[in-house]
C-alpha cells in the first residue's frame, strides 16, 4: 500500500489539510531510534502517520539525497518509481509509483512539493497531492489525496532531528489490513533507510 506515501513521496507529507487536522498522536512503535505515531484524522478511514529520528549529518547532505527525485525511491518504503516532472522556484512536482501486494492494485500518486528555509538553518517540505496533474496510467489506481512534510530541525553535536507526516486517501478499495500494517511500515522504514544513507555520506 505503498500507495499512501510517498507519497511519497516519498513519498509529500504535510502540515496541510487532513494531516493538519490530526489530533490525538499515539505511540505505536519505538524501535531503532524511530518513533511512530498514529493518529486519527476527521472523515478519513485512514490514519495519518508520523515517524520520527535523529539523524547525524548535515543539512546539505539531507536535502541532497531529497532533491534526487529517482535515486530517492531506493529509500522510500515500496516505492517503484519516482520522477520529477516540473521544478519551478522553490516547488517541485513528483510522480511515484508503488507496489502493492497481490491483489490490491498498485498505486501511483503526483504531488506538489514545496521547501521552506527556517531561520535555525532548517528547512520544511510540505507535500501535496495533485491527482489531476496527470491523466491517469493504465494499471494504476491513483492517490486521491497526499497531505504531509518532512520537518527538519537541526540539533547540537551535528545532528538534525527528522520529523515525517503523512496522512492519503489510496483511492479505491484497500484492505483494512493492509492500510493499518502500511501506516507503521511506511514512516518507520523510510525513515530508516535515510538515515542509514544520510549517516554515510
Known amino acids: 500500500m505503498a500507495l499512501f506515501t510517498r507519497l511519497l513521496v516519498g513519498g509529500v507529507a504535510v502540515l496541510a489539510v487532513n494531516a493538519a487536522h490530526a489530533q490525538d498522536w499515539k505511540l505505536v512503535k519505538d524501535e531503532a531510534g524511530i518513533k511512530v505515531y498514529l493518529s486519527d484524522v476527521q472523515g478519513s478511514e485512514y490514519k495519518a502517520y508520523r515517524g520520527v529520528t535523529t539523524v547525524k549529518a548535515d543539512m546539505p547532505t539531507l536535502l541532497k539525497l531529497q532533491d534526487d527525485s529517482v535515486g530517492s525511491c531506493a529509500w522510500i518504503y515500496e516505492c517503484k518509481m519516482q520522477k520529477m516532472l516540473k521544478h519551478e522556484g522553490n516547488k517541485a512536482w513528483i510522480y511515484a509509483q508503488f507496489n502493492t ?101
Open 101 to 201: 501486494p497481490w491483489p490490491v492494485t498498485p498505486r501511483d500518486s503526483v504531488m506538489q512539493v514545496t521547501t521552506e528555509q527556517g531561520a535555525d538553518g532548517g528547512a520544511k517540505r510540505l507535500m501535496q497531492g495533485v491527482p489531476d496533474y496527470l491523466p491517469e496510467e493504465k494499471g494504476f489506481v491513483r492517490v486521491s489525496q497526499l497531505d504531509g512534510s518532512w520537518v527538519f530541525t537541526p540539533k547540537a553535536a551535528g545532528e538534525v532531528e527528522v520529523v515525517y507526516e503523512v496522512h492519503t486517501e489510496p483511492g479505491g478499495s484497500v484492505p483494512s489490513w493492509l492500510a493499518n500494517k502500511f501506516v507503521v511500515d511506511a514512516p518507520f522504514n523510510t525513515l530508516k533507510s535515510y538515515r542509514e544513507l544520510a549517516e554515510k555520506k
